[in-house]
């Protein structure tokens, strides 16, 4: 059997110690016993040699499966390498452990227990341990057990394991490994029946790194937007996990510790899917994944996975296929074998696992021949604009944060039908309507409305690349009508978001025209507050139509300076 079958601190051991760990593989445990006198023994006397902790794990049919050197902690199975049963079971493992210190499991053990889900945790405390002549490790020998297990988050304790006194190993070779195992089971059924759990929705862990660059207060706004760009993905936020850092951690953005609480969340919720608030680089993401044994996806991923739903155009369904491309590229080194394992949902709509884990040649075809489809959407789109322009028909685009009420402006300006909803980019493809207007003289004259995409604070890159054809509606119109939600508490950021956005656009149209929406959903001091900041702003309520009189006298004295 091959060397690297021994797993842990291997340095310094001899190649007839390594072949006495390799045997390990040929013992067997009948079924229904946790462990035989004779297995118990060899271990400790190895681990008294060694003069380190051994571990051997076993499956349920008493086969032995990995061997390694060190603690349960520095010889654990990679969650990845786990049995994936779902959350309510165990994962059919047991491990076995002896170490020369007569002592009962450290807490780190019996973390790595739960991490595995592991049947059983049985420690062996030796005696008889000293030193030879020459030098080497007497032969120690099994004088008690410890035998830990997992317990139920319903437990009355609220622990996550429990440990037993100290038992002669005789003893411990007798109980009945198999009932034990049947009666966690059904407990850990009940519990996950009693969750309630809807498996057609991702399961969600947010994790939040507040950097010294980020204040308290937008670092919670931050957090709530994440929440709800989750839910609006289809997931259910189970709860959220943050941790402060100077900066970010280069491996796992967050530190050892953090990472660990995250993977007993993950397995003590059921957990399916982790959510960060930053984008993962792809080393970051792939370390993650290893560790948390559940897929992870960032921010970006969750605003891609929207766009993949939302596409309801084929121009849309472009758009969103190569942003997705463009993203996931650099990100397909080792990721083709964790999405198979790790399954669907949030992150893996779109282009899907297949086309994801074909070769990065076959990827980049792809990606030519989308990006010609979206140079040829965007001449035709040009073409359209072309026409309106000869038509000598003026174009007001309506901008702002996605959620802001867009939608329900121009519906409730032109009667038109754009689908609008409380959603985050309930709006993906660009829609034109047109609007009569009447001056003080009343003259009138048609313009025409478009309503855009959505913007968010830091709009990722792919999207913005990917959606130059749909943007460019932005900087082609003759005006610009930025919508703002006042009833949001971070609107005055939402505002800057979009500005931000709009300066990097390389042209922009000269008149531009403030309206605060949901008026009917604020209170009198904040709209006092919003007036003071910007008193040329026009503040309406589009789903009640609070406002449009002062809003169409706006629009029709910007039609004037156009």
């Known amino acids: 059997m091959p060397i690297d079958t021994i797993h842990g601190n291997l340095k310094g051991l001899k190649s007839s110690q390594l072949k006495q760990l390799q045997r390990l593989y040929q013992q067997a445990v009948p079924g229904d016993r946790l462990t035989t006198p004779e297995l118990a023994q060899r271990i400790a006397a190895l681990s008294t040699e060694l003069n380190q902790a051994v571990c051997v794990y076993l499956n349920r049919r008493g086969k032995v499966i990995r061997v390694g050197v060190g603690s349960p902690r520095q010889t654990q199975i990679p ?127 947010l994790v939040g790194l507040q950097t010294s660059d980020i204040g308290d207060r937008p670092f919670q706004d931050r957090l709530t937007e994440l929440a709800r760009l989750v839910d609006t993905a289809g997931g259910e936020v189970l709860l959220t996990l943050e941790q402060k850092r100077s900066t970010p951690h280069p491996q796992t953005v967050v530190g050892t510790g953090k990472v660990e609480e995250i993977a007993l969340q993950v397995q003590t919720l059921g957990a399916n899917l982790v959510v960060f608030d930053r984008d993962l680089s792809p080393a970051q993401g792939r370390n993650l994944e290893r560790q948390l044994g559940v897929k992870v996806c960032d921010r970006t991923e969750v605003i891609l996975d929207i766009f ?39 992150g893996t709509r779109g282009p899907g696992e297949t086309k994801l884990e074909t070769e990065r040649r076959t990827i980049q075809s792809r990606l030519s021949r989308l990006q ?20 000598d028909v003026p174009t007001f685009a309506i901008v702002g944060y996605t959620n802001a009420g867009k939608s329900t402006l121009i519906n409730a300006l032109t009667n038109a039908e754009v689908y609008a909803a409380d959603q985050l980019f309930a709006t993906l493809d660009p829609t034109t309507r047109r609007l009569t207007l009447t001056d003080e003289a009343f003259q009138t004259q048609t313009i025409l409305l478009t309503d855009t995409v959505g913007f968010i604070h830091e709009l990722p890159p792919a999207l913005v690349d990917a959606f130059r054809a749909t943007l460019e509606e932005v900087t082609e119109a003759d005006a610009l009508i930025h919508v703002v939600d006042l009833s949001h508490p971070a609107w005055q950021h939402q505002l800057e978001s979009v500005e931000k956005i709009l300066g990097e656009m390389p042209i922009m149209p000269a008149q531009a025209l403030l309206v605060f929406n949901k008026l ?43």
């Not at 062996?124 to 120690?140: C, E, M, N, S």
């Not at 121009?315 to 080792?334: D, I, M, T």
């Not at 604020?522 to 406002?547: C, F, M, T």
């Open 372 to 391: 010609k489809e979206v140079d040829q959407l965007q001449a035709h789109r040009s073409r359209m604009r072309s026409q309106r322009q000869r038509q």
């Open 308 to 346: 993949a739903q939302r596409a309801q155009s084929r121009a849309g369904k472009l758009q969103v296929e190569l942003a997705q491309l463009e993203y996931l590229l650099p990100r397909l080194v080792g990721r083709g074998q964790a999405m198979s394992r790790l399954g669907g949902g949030i």
């Open 79 to 205: 969650p990845l390498e786990l049995p994936r049963y779902g959350a309510e079971r165990l994962s059919g493992i047991r491990c076995l452990t002896a170490s020369p210190k007569d002592e009962p499991p450290k807490e780190s053990s019996l973390m790595a227990m739960v991490l595995q889900r592991l049947d059983a945790l049985v420690s062996f405390t030796l005696t008889g341990t000293g030193t030879t002549k020459r030098g080497r490790g007497a032969a120690g020998y099994v004088k008690n057990a410890y035998v830990a297990h997992l317990l139920p988050q319903t437990h009355p304790s609220h622990a996550y394991w429990l440990v037993s006194e100290s038992q002669a190993l005789e003893e411990v070779s007798q109980q009945d490994f198999l009932d034990l195992v049947e009666g966690l089971e059904a407990e850990f059924r009940r519990e996950f029946t009693a969750q309630q759990v809807d498996q057609s929705h991702d399961r969600v862990i």
């Open 520 to 562: 009917d959903q604020v209170s009198s001091e904040a709209l006092q507050e919003a007036k003071l900041r910007h008193p040329n702003a026009v503040y309406i309520s589009a789903s009640d139509r609070l406002g449009f009189e002062t809003l169409r006298q706006r629009l029709a004295q910007m039609l004037k300076q156009l």
